[in-house]
């Protein structure tokens, strides 16, 4: 893991170690909350987070350890995907938050004081490339749904017409909103037929008081 503490000055290197595995799964995503903890996705390895701010879980004397954070099995509903591909968070510590990863198999969320990740959005055959908390309405998310190869494979390619929907945009947006207490993710677009969220259906997105908590 490459960083900087002075704003791209100067870089330094950080080991990434997993314990109990010969060789760590490498890397694909990063997130750092207000606090300045740690979490990363992998490839074939689930995420992983570090609480150590000093030295950044780097194996030297007196640094922390990553540990498992979630989808690190090797079967079963915490199986891990492919790759994570992002992270996001819809609050900063200390408040209630639901953590969010996107992934090739799938969008994932934990909700506040659970430990179990559940999939939010199932796979349309392409990946989840990207996943983001709107700041004026955290209880709207966005995520990008693209092609990345050899991961996940399609016959249709960028730029080409969708079987209902004519040109779009690639990687397509997809829009979903929480309820506070709702059991369930409202989707606003249909991911699962890959349906894309366009430009003008933004206007759409509501964000009523009783969603506004996360």
């Known amino acids: 893991m490459i960083y900087t503490f002075n704003g791209g000055a100067a870089w330094a290197r950080a080991a990434f170690t997993v314990a109990g595995r010969a060789r760590a799964p490498a890397p694909t995503s990063i997130f750092a909350d207000e606090a300045g903890v740690l979490y990363v996705g992998t490839q074939d390895g689930g995420a992983y987070v570090c609480t150590d701010t000093v030295h950044l879980c780097d194996g030297s004397g007196g640094s922390g350890k990553w540990t498992p954070w979630g989808l690190n099995a ?4 915490d199986a891990s995907p492919r790759m994570i591909t992002a992270i996001a968070e819809s609050n900063p510590p ?12 799938g969008l994932y969320r934990k909700l506040p004081g659970a430990s179990a990740w559940t999939k939010a959005i199932g796979n349309p055959g392409y990946v989840y490339n990207e996943v983001a908390v709107d700041p004026s309405c955290r209880s709207r998310i966005y995520t990008g749904v693209g092609y990345l190869d050899p991961i996940s494979r399609s016959r249709r ?9 004519g040109q779009h945009l690639w990687p ?3 829009g979903i909103q929480l309820g506070a207490g709702a059991a369930s993710v409202r989707t606003l677009a249909d991911a699962l037929s890959a ?15 009783s969603d506004r908590p996360c």
């Open 172 to 174: 397509w947006l997809v």
């Open 157 to 165: 390619r960028p730029g080409r017409p969708g079987p209902r929907y």
């Open 94 to 105: 200390s408040a209630p938050r639901t953590f969010w990863m996107a992934t090739s198999q």
């Open 74 to 77: 090797a079967s079963g509903p």
């Open 195 to 209: 349906r894309p969220l366009l430009p003008s259906g933004h206007a759409s997105l509501t964000c009523a008081p």
